[in-house]
């Protein structure tokens, strides 16, 4: 089974567009494992402390949520939105 | 008022020559005249908005051109607000376009937004955004908030007291990355629906999008909303006094 990832703006161009993790995974863990792939990524996505940072929309099949222990088990399509500034 | 010009509009029900007649006496603040503000503007000086107060202290670089539509070649050099002001106002002679050459800063920020009905922010960085949320709540003015990032846009609309507010939304001060990728058709869009919002907002039909972000993708053409949640302990918005909608 497997945790499908979109990520979007800058995040998408450092790591990838769509990622597959595999699962289960704790929302908290998917981030964390997304930082490890980029240095560059891991600044937008975790602070100074190594939190996730609580600037990042988290989007579950359409829901915007913010429980980082949620468990992702089966078949699951998160989005993950960071700030942007752009006019 | 010049009927034949807004008949296509006022022949819709919600809208009729009442909502005209507000579209005609309302003041709308254009916070930027780039990718977004360009198309916005353009739509709401078509569309009859009495006064549009555009305000930018920029001037327009050729690396605008590819979204900024309201500046063309022969501008390059020129003040965006100027510009912007020569456009709308061949556009649209019945309507008054007031151009302000100065960014929006701590000090001056009150004083230009003060009147108006709706703002739309259609500036390029978090800080001025942020800025200009916090002057919106203190004014108590509704402010449509739209970003845009290569083929990606989002846009929400933030009533003081009734929805959260963008420091709501980035509570942590996000990392500016600059210059940002940007498709031009993208801002075109998005700076649509921010004229949308506001002429929903002053004539008072339909749905905004309140307390709800709308993304859209434009490379997979997909289009999200999802609920936006306010922050009880928001530097910004949390001394409100909240009425949800
Ligand atoms: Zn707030």
Redesign the interface.
Known sequence: MAIKVTL???LAELIDREVLLSSPKTVGEVIRELANMSEEGK??LL?ENGEV???I?I?LN???I?DLDRRLEGEEEL?L??????? | MNRERYARQIMLKDWGEEGQGKLQSARVVVAGAGGLGSPASIYLAAAGVGELRIIDGDVVEPSNLNRQILHWDRDIGRAKAVSAEEKLKNLNGDIKVIPIMQRIEESNGEELIRGADVVLDCLDNFSTRFLLNKICLKLSIPLVHSVIYGFEGRITTIIPGKTPCLSCIYPQKPIEIRPFPVVGVVAGIMGCMEALEAIKLVIGFGTPLLGRMLRFDGERMQVQIFPLKRRESCPDCGNLDFKEV
Do not use: Q, V
């Open positions: 979007t703006g800058r600044l937008s602070d940072r609580d600037n929309i989007l359409e829901e915007s913010e989005f939105l960071l700030p942007i500034a752009g006019g």
